[in-house]
């Protein structure tokens, strides 16, 4: 049986920066994805992922995304290959809402500068935009977006340059402790290593069923429309955006990657799936959330649409990250339940993940991510 200081499960956003630090800092690490690296049947896949400051969820991630974009931009450096493309990002919604005054708050305790716009000067300022003159806006220059899948594939190919094997096309259908370490069986075969990383996305309480009830997996639908201005929506016209309104939260990005101007709504229409059985069609209700809102919010980018696609959100019962060791085994940690607002961090993900399998511990702060927030469920 070969024999691995580290094994992840799951090679996608988390599990590629994780295999990337373990292998830079000289461990012997196997990483195993059930698919294709990279591939279009989890989480992060659609070309784009908002990447900001404002993080109304909380203001305890900004440090995290701090340290996210410094790593990205590393990463960058090193493949000497555009993986962010800044564009400012806008977060708005009523005055009074925590989704407005919560993105203020995390700017405002981190020091980082923003503008509040009312949604008319936010129209003026950038013409893509048909937001209600009540409608605050907080607009911070340094949002813009990631390139999912030439992230993993960087961390990849830069793991696989440190040393780091990885089998795509191998599914993990157990694991065991064995020992002060861990024995993991695939479709292919048994592999024996001293730590195990869970980083398995959508799957994560198929791995690990302590987490059946705490991540759950979701269906959404990204869609592309072809705008009718061009120029309104462009990386250097548009800021990426996220509108908390009376339809429901939306978010947004620039033409870039594929034709068309893209848009997804949080918790589409709030189907929960077994990852496994996720239906990948898509139906005309499906578009229809996405065009009443791009209709009223971005008219001139209601034209027809290019293309339309599922992915998963893997959704906590807080809505924050759960990143620990497993509660029964140390040399065993995980991070799931990245609530849809996960890829901006994997970057910073992965050097946390590399920190509990070498040392049990990391110097960033977890406390929002402990699993025993959950213990009274
Ligand atoms: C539509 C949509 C929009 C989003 N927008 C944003 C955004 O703008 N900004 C942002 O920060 N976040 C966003 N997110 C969230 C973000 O994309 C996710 O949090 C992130 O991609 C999760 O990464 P992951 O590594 O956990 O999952 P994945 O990248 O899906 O990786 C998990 C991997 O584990 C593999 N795996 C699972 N089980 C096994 C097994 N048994 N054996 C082998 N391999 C296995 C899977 O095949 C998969 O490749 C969005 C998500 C979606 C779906």
């Known amino acids: ?21 373990l ?27 908002m990447i900001r400051y404002t993080l109304q969820e909380h203001p305890s991630y900004v440090p995290l995304v701090r340290r996210a974009y410094e790593l990205w ?5 090193a493949s000497r290959e555009l993986l962010l493309v ?11 809402s925590e989704f407005f005054q919560g993105a203020v708050a995390a700017c405002e305790q981190h020091n980082i500068p923003y503008q509040v716009l009312t949604g008319t000067e936010t129209n003026r300022r950038f013409p893509g935009y048909r937001l209600d003159h009540d409608i605050s806006a ?26 780091a094997e990885v089998h795509g096309r191998e599914r993990v259908l157990a694991w065991e402790p064995s020992g002060e370490g861990v024995i993991v069986r695939t479709n292919k075969g048994s592999y024996r290593a001293g730590r195990l990383v869970i980083t ?15 991540a759950v997996a979701e269906r959404q639908v990204l869609g592309w429309f072809q705008p009718e201005r061009p120029e309104h929506y462009r990386t250097d016209t548009f800021p990426v955006f996220g509108l ?14 594929v034709p068309g101007f893209k848009v997804g709504r949080t918790h589409h229409r709030g189907q929960a799936v077994d990852p496994d059985q996720l239906d990948r ?18 008219p001139a980018a209601a034209g027809p649409a290019l293309s339309l696609k599922t992915c998963m959100f893997t959704n906590s019962p807080d809505g924050h990250f759960m990143i620990d060791l497993h509660p029964d085994y140390p040399q065993v940690s995980l991070a799931a339940g990245f609530s849809g607002h996960g890829f901006k961090f994997a970057s910073v993900v992965g050097e946390i993940m590399a920190d509990l399998a070498i040392f049990g511990e990391t110097t960033h702060d977890l406390s929002l991510f402990r699993l025993d927030r959950f213990e009274n469920r």
């Open 281 to 298: 069609d898509i139906y005309d209700e499906d578009e229809a959330v996405l065009r009443q809102f791009v209709e009223r919010y971005f």
């Open 138 to 163: 907080v607009y911070q220059a340094d949002g813009g977006f990631l390139l999912p899948e030439r992230c993993i594939v960087n961390h990849a190919s830069a793991a696989l340059e440190a040393g």
């Open 1 to 21: 049986m070969n024999e691995y200081d580290a094994i992840v499960i799951g090679v996608g956003g988390m599990g590629s920066a994780t295999i990337y630090h």
């Open 23 to 49: 292998a830079r800092r000289g461990w012997r690490v196997l990483g195993l994805e059930q698919f294709d690296v990279p591939h279009e049947m989890g989480s992060s896949h659609g070309h784009s992922r």
């Open 244 to 257: 908390n309104v009376d339809e429901g939260r939306f978010y947004g990005f620039p033409v870039f990657g």
């Open 86 to 96: 800044t564009t400012g990002s806008i977060r708005a919604g009523h005055a009074e």
């Open 73 to 77: 931009h590393q990463l960058e450096n």
């Open 200 to 214: 398995a996305g959508a799957w994560a309480s198929a791995v690990v069923p302590a987490l059946s009830q705490l």
